[in-house]
């Protein structure tokens, strides 16, 4: 059935601020594996953002909302709102989007959005992650997906999937292997959203009625 005319379907809007290899990894999931849901849009902070290159290429609505054009957080996070609320979407993606949002953004999307992030959280919150680990000499390295609450990079676990530092390796190494990883996750927890699995309750996650623990689902690759 053409998802534009499913009704059951779920609507997603997708923001971003670079690349947008998540963003690709979602498309692709939602043709490859026929998932039950639809990109509605693709919204970037920044014009030269190659997803949105992406988005246009797969004839998914794109907009460019530049944060330096609002003179505080709040007046571009309510841009931000007036230009996703039309869609009417179940879900907000954020996919390498690098702007803080506010506590009204997010409360008004409290439970419909969620974040992939480079690090194994409750580790190293907020950016350069790859070459914070490398610093610390972790053994251990990976990504996790998670509600977004106010609380930057704090909100409830979704997913983790990990992998080991091999010693001496570059950042750059490192994120591309974690890269790896996230095109895995993202799109499993999207099917899973499509197929209605998963769900935020006083701040816990549950997967199927079943309580995930507080790292998460483990994602064996
Ligand atoms: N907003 C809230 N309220 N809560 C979260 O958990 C959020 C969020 C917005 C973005 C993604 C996050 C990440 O995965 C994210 C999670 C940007 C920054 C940051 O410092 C930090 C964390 C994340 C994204 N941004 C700078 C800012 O001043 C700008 C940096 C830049 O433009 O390069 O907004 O890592
Ligand atoms: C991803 O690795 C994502 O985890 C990270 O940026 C990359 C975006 O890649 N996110 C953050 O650092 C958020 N602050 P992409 O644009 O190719 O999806």
Known sequence: MNPNTDVTAIKIVVLISGNGSNLQSIID????????????????????????????????????????????????????????????????ILAGFMRILTEAFVGHYQGKMINIHPSLLPKFRGLNTH???????DSEHGATIHFVTPDLDGGPTIVQARLPVVAGESAEKLAEKVQRLEHQIYPLVVEWFSERRIRLDQNKVYLDDNLLPANGFDFIA
């Not at 070459?131 to 000499?137: A, I, K, S, T």
């Open 29 to 92: 999931a939602i043709a490859e594996r026929n998932l039950n849901a639809e990109i509605c849009a693709v919204i970037s902070n920044k014009q030269n953002a190659y997803g949105l290159q992406r988005a246009n290429d797969h004839g998914i609505t794109s907009h460019w909302i530049d944060h330096k054009k609002y003179s505080s957080r709040e007046q571009f996070d309510q841009a931000l709102i007036k230009a996703i609320d039309p869609y009417k979407p179940d879900l907000i």
């Open 131 to 137: 070459q914070r680990v490398l610093e610390e000499g």
